[in-house]
T-cell receptor, first 123, second 108 residues
Framework: GAVVSQHPSRVICKSGTSVKIECRSLDFQATTMFWYRQFPKQSLMLMATSNEGSKATYEQGVEKDKFLINHASLTLSTLTVTSAHPEDSSFYIC???????????????????FGPGTRLTVL | DAKTTQPPSMDCAEGRAANLPCNHSTISGNEYVYWYRQIHSQGPQYIIHGLKNNETNEMASLIITEDRKSSTLILPHATLRDTAVYYCIVRPHEKLTFGTGTRLTIIP
């Protein structure tokens, strides 16, 4: 239970192109989803908080025009890396927090459940 | 946010209990202690969380000291698949702040 998926799991693209990453909560609804980035041998860094039906909240230093976030439904959030460059190559991970009414006994509304991650390589 | 301190690495023999310590001396009354782990090249996996009382689930036990300034995650019978980086996080609100964690290696 409390499964979060991401697609694609791995993507390689040319510099200057845009890449969209999807994050889905499979067995619960989530009004709030989070996007993290992890560089090699480093810890996860929160990029933004995605709220269903409203604008995302970005952490300091994260360019909102470069990392577009859309949270159009209670089970889907997307992150689009626009005009990607080699320095954007990283491991992108999303998480979702179950909404109260959809929570199952095996999940907690206080807990974030993470997707498997998407490895982006920009050539 | 309360900061946490964890040893950078630990080894544990397969089949033995793995005890991972975490110091959070600046924790405040409404902050929960969360544990996640990250196996190489995967997203973090939720393990357990607690406020004051000790907690146990199918994965692990969480022991929180009475003053709440430290806690210990216990994996009762470690297997090779438990090799991962373990993160102790004190969370006052929605955001999770990941530190560097403890790299636990299970030795055959």
């Amino acid at each position: 239970g409390a499964v979060v998926s991401q697609h694609p799991s791995r993507v390689i693209c040319k510099s200057g192109t845009s890449v969209k990453i999807e994050c889905r909560s499979l067995d619960f609804q989530a009004t709030t989803m989070f996007w993290y980035r992890q560089f090699p041998k480093q810890s996860l860094m929160l990029m933004a908080t995605s709220n269903e039906g409203s604008k995302a909240t970005y952490e300091q230093g994260v360019e909102k025009d470069k990392f577009l976030i859309n949270h159009a439904s209670l089970t889907l959030s997307t992150l689009t890396v626009t005009s990607a460059h080699p320095e954007d190559s990283s491991f992108y991970i999303c998480s979702a927090r179950p909404q109260g009414r959809s929570v199952q006994k095996y999940a907690s509304t206080d807990t974030q459940y993470f997707g498997p991650g998407t490895r982006l390589t920009v050539l | 946010d309360a900061k946490t301190t964890q040893p950078p690495s630990m080894d544990c023999a397969e089949g033995r209990a793995a005890n991972l310590p975490c110091n959070h001396s600046t924790i405040s009354g409404n902050e929960y202690v969360y544990w996640y782990r990250q196996i190489h090249s995967q997203g973090p996996q939720y393990i357990i969380h607690g406020l004051k009382n000790n907690e146990t689930n199918e994965m692990a036990s969480l022991i929180i000291t009475e003053d709440r300034k430290s806690s210990t995650l216990i994996l009762p019978h470690a297997t090779l698949r438990d090799t991962a980086v373990y993160y102790c996080i004190v969370r006052p609100h929605e955001k999770l702040t990941f530190g560097t964690g403890t790299r636990l290696t299970i030795i055959p």
